[in-house]
Every structure is written in structure tokens, then in C-alpha cells.
């Protein structure tokens, strides 16, 4: 009888877990505007930076400087996000649109 209980416990606990996960998965908006927006731009930026070494304005190694600098930007918006469900506030998208008018500026025209 005893080892029933503890089963029918353990059972009641992961069905609790499981439930528990799969709502926090359900909040998770990768579509979210602000969010699409900064995904927007870098892809942008990857286009217009593979576009300027096509063209010879810059060097590989110019170019690599660029993708890290935006893998950053990037990186830093899916940690801002996952703070917020998914989200990205409207103060923290201002500083990520910093940066990526510094990257963009330092692509070109």
C-alpha cells in the first residue's frame, strides 16, 4: 500500500512538472514584433555585409568583425527575451537598435 501511494505521488509531481513546462513553453513569442524587428535587421545587415565583400568594400576579415559584432546583438536580444517570456521591452529594443545602427554604419551604404 505504501509503495502505491509513492507512486501514485511521484506521478501527481511529474504530471505537475510537465504541465508546468509545457505552459512556460507556450509564452515563449519568437514572433513577437520587437523581436522580429531585431531579427529583421540582422538579417539585413547579413545580406548588405556579404553583398559590400562581393563588391570588394571590405575585406573578410572586416566582414567576420561585422557578423561577430551582430552574432552579439543577437545573442543579446535572445537573453533579453528569455528574461522577459519571450519579449523584448520597449527600453531594451532602443539599446539593441543602438547597436545595430553602429554595426549598420559601419557597413556602408
Known amino acids: 500500500?505504501?509503495?502505491?501511494?509513492?507512486?501514485?505521488?511521484?506521478?501527481?509531481?511529474?504530471?505537475?512538472?510537465?504541465?508546468?513546462?509545457?505552459s512556460a513553453a507556450t509564452t515563449w513569442d519568437a514572433s513577437h514584433p520587437r523581436r522580429a524587428e531585431v531579427n529583421h535587421r540582422l538579417s539585413n545587415h547579413d545580406h548588405r555585409i556579404h553583398q559590400e565583400v562581393r563588391e570588394g568594400e571590405l575585406s573578410r576579415g572586416e566582414a567576420m568583425?561585422?557578423?561577430?559584432?551582430?552574432?552579439?546583438?543577437r545573442t543579446e536580444a535572445r537573453?533579453?527575451?528569455?528574461?522577459?517570456?519571450?519579449?523584448?521591452?520597449?527600453?531594451?529594443?532602443?539599446?539593441?537598435n543602438q547597436q545595430e545602427n553602429h554595426v549598420s554604419r559601419q557597413i556602408g551604404p
Not at 1 to 22: D, P, R
Not at 65 to 73: C, G, I, K
Open 79 to 96: 537573453l533579453m527575451a528569455s528574461q522577459n517570456g519571450g519579449h523584448i521591452t520597449r527600453q531594451e529594443d532602443r539599446a539593441l
Open 1 to 22: 500500500m505504501k509503495t502505491l501511494t509513492q507512486k501514485f505521488a511521484a506521478i501527481a509531481a511529474l504530471s505537475v512538472f510537465v504541465a508546468g513546462t509545457a
Open 65 to 73: 568583425r561585422l557578423h561577430r559584432d551582430d552574432h552579439q546583438v
